[in-house]
């Protein structure tokens, strides 16, 4: 397996885990952490180094209940990761029930992810995404 998607199984597997440290340690001091969706959600912008990812981290925590959380399909070029998934919940606050469909794109130097890009589709309430076959 290569190093690259090597590393981001490993920070699926220790986010899914609840090992927050050790997702972090699979993080570059200098990562660049940015989450494009929609402008209403706080967590939508960008963060910088570890300090920046565990600000994101507490954001999601504060936020949002996770009922699911899948990565899907996983596709690798050299040092680039890129993985399709989706996942479901409930929203803290409102208690309106999410789904979203994103896309994560992964650079990996060093065994470490220098930059993390994701590209959220986000539906809320009784709000359904297409169907689509993974």
């Known amino acids: 397996m290569a190093i690259a998607l090597e590393v981001v199984k490993q920070v699926y597997q220790r986010f ?31 963060f910088h180094g570890i300090s920046g990812v565990r600000q994101f981290l507490s954001l999601l925590e504060d936020s949002w209940q996770f009922n699911s959380f899948e990565p899907r399909k996983f596709f690798e070029d050299d040092m680039t990761v890129i993985v399709l998934g989706e996942e479901t919940g409930v929203d803290k ?42």
């Open 93 to 134: 606050a409102s208690g309106e029930p999410f789904q979203n469909r994103w896309a994560h794109v992964f650079e990996v130097q060093k065994e470490r992810i220098v930059s993390f890009r994701e590209f959220l589709c986000h539906w809320r309430g009784e709000q359904q995404p297409p169907a689509m076959r993974w």
């Open 16 to 46: 899914a885990e609840g090992d927050l440290d050790g997702f972090l340690k699979l993080c570059s001091q200098e990562i660049e952490w940015v989450v494009n969706g929609p402008s209403t959600l706080e967590k939508c912008r960008a």
